[in-house]
């Protein structure tokens, strides 16, 4: 099992940035890939972007395309989320997730909360 913990959520206005990170602990060997979702109040979950943990390639959902960047730190055992230009409609709970294949994703943190105001 894979221990996720976000961080660096928080209250920003409009046209600031975000770093949100995700650190993971357990069995991190299994990783073949990492993303992360959001939530919005009253909306199902939204994929925003994933990272092949050992090849590093990037995939991202078109609604933040261009305004947000995953990466990672292998040696920290940890994946980032980059996010710039921040609306209000980026409000949401965010959270990562890690995948042993292209299909699934197993493991899921808590999540930390990022309010964008007007």
Not at 33 to 48: D, H, K, S
Not at 61 to 82: C, E, H, W
Request: glycine share 12%; aromatic share 14%.
């Amino acid at each position: 099992q894979v221990q996720l913990v976000e961080s660096g959520g928080g209250l920003v206005q409009a046209g600031d940035s975000l770093r949100l990170s995700c650190a993971a602990s357990g069995r991190t060997f299994s990783f073949y890939r990492m993303g992360w979702f959001r939530r919005a109040p009253g909306q199902g979950r939204e994929f925003l972007a994933f990272i092949i943990w050992r090849g590093g390639q990037t995939y991202y959902a078109d609604s933040v395309k261009g305004r947000f960047t995953i990466f990672r730190d292998n040696a920290k055992n940890t994946v980032y989320l980059q996010m710039n230009s921040l609306k209000p409609e980026d409000t949401a709970l965010y959270y990562c997730a890690s995948g042993q294949s292209l299909s699934t994703w197993q493991d899921w943190g808590q999540g930390t909360q990022v309010t964008v105001s007007s």
